[in-house]
C-alpha cells in the first residue's frame, strides 16, 4: 500500500516532534517516498538532519532557501503528495491552516495540496478543550481534513489528560487508510471475533483458543475500505484496529444480544468469532472445591447466532459466517451455509499448517451457493481483504 508513495510530514513546534523520526523511519521501511517539513519552532524540538539521514531527502524548513530539490518547491511538491500528514500539529498550525494562513513552507505546501490531509494535534489539555483550538478543528473536519483525536495519560507539561499525540503506529495506519481505495464507503458492517467465556464458577469456564486476529483483520480491511463498522468482541489480547466502533462481550448470551441489537442496521455481517456451543447448564456462585474421584459439568446449548440472523434477516443483507473444521471440510461448510439461510461461508481445517487459532496465516476456501474458491496459504490481513473482495463481489450483484 506504501510502496512508491510519496508522504510528506509537517512536524511542528511539540515535544512530540521526537516521535515522528520513529514514524519517517517505520514509513521508509515499507517503501514509501518521504518528505519532511518544519516549522522554526520544530526545530528547537528535534535536528532537522535526523529527518534527512532517515528519509534521504532534505527537511525543508525554509520557504526562501534556495537550495532546494524542487521547482517552485512547495507547488511542485505539493502535486507529487499521497498524503499530507501534519504531526504533531501545535494549536498554533492548526490556527492558520483552519483560516488559510501560509507564511512558512508547511502551511505554504498544505494550503497547495491537493490530496488527503491529515492533523494529529499534540499540546496541553486546556490548550487542546480551548473552544478556540476547538472551532478551528471543526472548520479543519469541514473541509475535509482528517483530525485524529489526541490520546490520554501523562503530558510534558505535567497535566495528565487529553493532548497526547498518538504512537507512530497509529499514525502510520492513519496514512495506509487514507491511501486505501473506499469501495465500502456508505456500508455497514458488523464482525464479531474471538472466543467466548462461559462460566463454571468464579474461577473457571470453557473457553477455546481463538485468538481474533482474523475477526480483527476483517474489521480492519473493512474500515480502511471506508465501511462503518461495528466489532462485537470477545476477550483477546489483539489492539482493537482505529476507527473501529467496539462492542466487547464474554459469553455467547452477551454476544448473541449484542449482534441482536445491531443487526437490523447493518450492510454485511461477518461472523467471525469462535462462539462456544455448550455452557454450563448452572453456573456455582462459590469456587467448586476439588474432592477425591472424577467430576462432571451438565451442559446446554448456546443460541445459534448465525441461524438466527439466517432466519430473521432484513432485505438486502448479505451474511458470512466461518466454519472451522478438522474433516469434511467442503461437506460440513456447505450443509452450514445452506442450513443456516447465509450467503457465504470462509472455511478452515484446523490441522491444516498455517491455518487455525492463534497463527498470522491462514489457509481458507471460500464457499457460496454458486460456487467454491481455495485461496492459498497468506497473512490474515490479506485474507481478509480476499474475503472482502469476494463479499462486495457478490453483494453488487444481488444488491445493485
Given at each position: ?104 513552507m ?8 491537493t ?14 478543550r ?39 503506529e497509529?499514525?502510520?495506519e492513519y ?14 458492517l ?32 473493512a ?133 487455525g ?32 473482495d ?11
Amino acid at each position: 500500500m506504501l510502496a512508491g508513495k510519496h508522504i510528506v510530514l509537517g512536524v511542528t513546534g511539540s515535544i512530540a516532534a521526537y516521535k515522528i523520526a520513529s514514524l519517517a523511519s517505520m514509513l521508509v521501511k515499507k517503501k514509501a517516498d518521504v518528505t519532511v517539513i518544519m516549522t522554526a519552532n520544530a526545530t528547537n524540538f528535534i535536528n532537522p538532519v535526523t529527518f534527512e539521514t532517515l528519509t534521504g531527502h532534505k527537511c525543508l524548513v525554509d520557504t526562501f532557501d534556495r537550495n532546494f530539490e524542487f521547482q517552485v518547491e512547495h507547488v511542485s511538491l505539493a502535486k507529487q503528495t499521497d498524503v499530507f500528514l501534519v504531526a504533531p500539529a501545535s494549536a498554533d498550525v492548526i490556527a492558520r491552516a483552519a483560516h488559510g494562513i501560509a507564511d512558512d513552507m508547511l502551511t505554504t505546501t498544505l494550503l497547495a495540496c491537493t490530496c488527503p490531509k491529515i492533523f494529529a494535534p499534540a499540546m496541553n489539555t486546556n490548550m487542546y478543550r480551548n473552544p478556540i483550538v476547538q472551532d478551528n478543528i471543526k472548520t479543519l473536519t469541514g473541509y475535509g481534513i482528517e483530525v485524529i483525536a489526541p490520546a490520554s495519560g501523562y503530558l510534558a507539561c505535567g497535566d495528565t489528560g487529553e493532548g497526547k499525540m498518538p504512537e507512530p503506529e497509529v499514525l502510520c495506519e492513519y496514512i495506509v487508510k487514507a491511501l486505501t481505495p473506499k469501495d465500502m464507503t456508505g456500508l455497514k458492517l458488523l464482525v464479531t471475533a474471538g472466543p467466548t467465556q462461559e462460566k463454571i464458577d468464579p474461577v473457571r469456564y470453557i473457553s477455546n483458543h481463538s485468538s481474533g486476529k482474523m475477526g480483527y483483520a476483517i474489521a480492519r480491511a473493512a474500515m480502511m475500505r471506508g465501511a462503518d463498522v461495528t466489532l462485537v468482541s470477545g476477550k483477546v489480547s489483539t489492539e482493537p484496529p482505529i476507527g473501529v466502533r467496539v462492542v466487547p462481550v464474554v459469553s455467547a448470551a452477551d454476544m448473541a444480544q449484542a449482534v441482536k441489537e445491531a443487526a437490523d442496521e447493518q450492510d454485511i455481517i461477518v461472523k467471525a468469532a469462535a462462539v462456544a456451543d455448550y455452557r454450563p447448564a448452572s453456573a456455582a456462585d462459590e469456587k467448586i472445591k476439588k474432592k477425591d474421584g472424577d467430576m462432571s459439568v451438565a451442559l446446554e446449548r448456546t443460541e445459534d447466532i448465525l441461524g438466527y440472523l439466517g432466519a430473521h434477516r432484513r432485505e438486502k443483507q448479505f451474511l458470512c459466517g466461518f466454519s472451522m473444521e478438522t474433516e469434511n471440510l467442503l461437506e460440513n461448510s456447505r450443509a452450514k451455509l445452506e442450513k443456516k439461510n447465509i450467503d457465504m461461508i470462509v472455511a478452515n481445517n484446523l490441522k491444516q499448517e498455517g491455518a487455525g487459532f492463534g497463527t498470522d496465516t491462514n489457509v481458507v476456501t471460500l464457499l457460496t451457493k454458486d460456487g467454491t474458491e481455495k485461496l492459498p496459504l497468506m497473512g490474515k490481513d490479506e485474507v481478509a481483504d480476499k474475503v472482502l473482495d469476494h463479499i462486495m463481489a457478490k453483494y453488487t450483484v444481488m444488491y445493485p
